[in-house]
């Protein structure tokens, strides 16, 4: 009988399945806002920590914003996010968004980019060893179009889950916990070369995409290493993006302009590239999960 408490006890501290994504900006989660929510659906613990709260990005409407009111009402749109997604509140890091490359923004004191890596690992070991997770999703080394923010959480991140493995580091900073992998939330080329045809068919201007093709972004479809289905969670997945409405507009949202039939089916799959560790070279497994 006592074994028997022990036990109950001991089930009830091991950590439940958990997930963390890592992102830069309010809105960079809705591209796998899908996974989320099916995770936390089927009893996952889902976190969202973003380092910025997206300060120096585009303002879709005057109505809804000014540059000095942009930080406070984007955190609204990321809160409304991750209540629409299903998943606890976002843990912001509280830096400043560095803006895109080459821009003045970029030399700001306070901005992502500029701050002491010790400091963010320290913050983000911190919350690795609090919510436990077995996989953290976060940008993969491009930073999915090279936004210098999203470059920066890739490096971060792969320091910090490094770090919070290692007993002797942030001591101060909670016990030391082993994250299994790292997957970087991607889209495979073939995803965008369906857009173009779907876009020509419709008569559409491409140049953008085109710009996107020459810059060589994106992963062939035998990289990707797990594809998740997400299509009975659309629903949460389009509210949540509907959250960032300071982000809308803009005349190259091919999102937009595909028809909802269309997108329904090119959104109902998330895809991801395991980061680390390296695929074992006899494991060509293309997965349908992202936990064990
Ligand atoms: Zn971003």
């Not at 591209?31 to 659906?41: I, K, M, P």
């Not at 997770?133 to 959480?153: K, L, Q, R």
């Amino acid at each position: 009988m006592r074994l028997r408490v022990v036990m109950t006890w001991k089930d009830h501290t091991l950590p439940s399945r958990s997930i963390l994504a890592i992102f830069a900006h309010p809105d960079d989660e809705s591209f796998c806002a899908g996974t989320l929510a099916r995770y936390v659906s089927e009893g996952a613990s889902v976190g969202l920590v973003c380092a910025t709260r997206g300060e120096v990005g585009e303002i879709s409407d005057p109505a809804l914003a000014t540059p000095e009111t942009l930080p406070q009402v984007r955190e609204a749109e990321l809160r409304c996010a991750t209540r629409a997604i299903g998943i606890d509140d976002p843990i912001f890091l509280d830096y400043r968004d560095s803006g895109m490359a080459g821009t003045p923004e970029n030399q700001h004191p306070d901005a992502f980019i500029n701050i002491d890596p010790e400091l963010v690992t320290g913050k983000l070991v911190r919350i690795i060893r609090e919510r436990k997770p077995e996989v953290v999703i976060t940008f993969d080394e491009t930073g999915g179009y090279g936004h210098p923010d999203h470059i920066a959480v890739w490096r971060h991140t792969h320091a910090a889950v490094e770090a919070a493995a290692d007993g002797g580091r942030f001591t101060d900073a909670g016990e030391p916990w082993q994250v299994s992998r790292i997957a970087y939330g991607v889209f495979p080329r073939s995803f965008f070369m369906r857009m173009r045809e779907k876009l020509v068919e419709l008569g559409e201007d491409t140049t953008d995409l085109d710009e996107f093709f020459e810059m060589g972004l994106g992963f062939d479809d035998d990289q990707i290493d797990v594809t998740i289905d997400v299509a009975d969670y659309l629903d949460r997945k389009f509210a949540a993006t509907d959250c960032h409405k300071t982000q809308f507009g803009g005349d190259n949202n091919f999102f937009a302009k595909v028809g909802e039939e269309e997108l329904r089916r090119m959104m109902s799959r998330e895809y991801f590239v395991i980061g680390w560790p390296a695929r074992a070279a006899d494991d060509s497994g293309m997965r349908d999960s992202l936990l064990d």
